[in-house]
């Protein structure tokens, strides 16, 4: 069982608010990964970090930021929260050696009104 | 560009018939082959890793095999609880470009 958790796991909130969606992996990984899936699309990757003050953007534009002060946690924040940004957000943590699986957290599915 | 398609995007079956799912990929360099399960309002659950063509493995009533330029999932007397969403995934360079996901029903 992956050890890879996610809060909250659902958050309605108005237009113009700041969010920060939490993940924390209990498993020493060094890279982490942020991905966003509107239902019945694919997962689109959004940022990832390989490690502590190491932090990329992915493939798909996002006004999101992320933080990477801790190995264990990998949080992401939006400083003003728009409609757009309603979606499914999926974090993953992988070990650094080799081509091992991607653990994936439960999600936080965000609703912006 | 690196691309992953998955077919059919959707599929419904009787419990005990059995079916493949399919994943092309075209993906320069590929690290691996990924398949992911996911039931709704969920993450996905990781199934395989292929790494190279002719490689196969199998889980339970899954097996999954790869070419070099798709890969299939094969499910064999499924049960309902089978149904779920199943992701293809390939890697390139420490990234996986994930597939749109085949949504498989299995009817009692």
């Known amino acids: 069982e992956a050890d890879i958790y996610q809060t909250p796991r659902y958050l309605v909130i108005g237009t113009g608010k700041k969010i920060t969606l939490e993940c924390s992996q209990t498993m020493g990984h060094d890279k982490m990964y942020w991905y966003q899936q509107d239902p019945g699309m694919e997962l689109h990757l959004i940022h990832y970090?390989?490690?502590?003050?190491?932090?990329e953007k992915g493939d798909l534009s996002s006004e999101s930021t992320v933080s990477r002060i801790r190995t264990e946690h990998f949080p992401l924040t939006l400083e003003s929260a728009r409609p757009s940004h309603t979606s499914q957000y999926l974090c993953a943590s992988r070990a650094g050696t080799g081509a091992g699986e991607l653990f994936f957290g439960e999600g936080s599915r965000l609703t912006v009104l | 560009e690196d691309q992953v398609t998955q077919s059919p995007e959707a599929l419904r079956l009787q419990e005990g018939e059995s079916s493949s799912l399919n994943c092309s990929y075209t993906?320069?360099?590929?690290?691996?082959l990924f398949w992911y399960r996911q039931d709704p309002g969920k993450g996905p659950e990781f199934l395989f890793t292929?790494?190279?063509a002719g490689e196969e493995k199998e889980k339970e009533r899954l097996k999954a095999t790869l070419t070099k330029k798709e890969s299939f999932l094969h499910i064999t007397a499924p049960k309902p609880e089978d149904s779920a969403t199943y992701l293809c995934?390939?890697?390139?360079?420490?990234?996986?470009?994930f597939g749109q996901g085949t949504r498989l029903t299995i009817n009692p």
């Open positions: 995934a390939a890697e390139r360079a420490q990234k996986l470009v």
């Open positions: 970090s390989y490690g502590v003050n190491s932090t």
């Open positions: 292929l790494y190279s």
């Open positions: 993906v320069s360099g590929l690290r691996g």
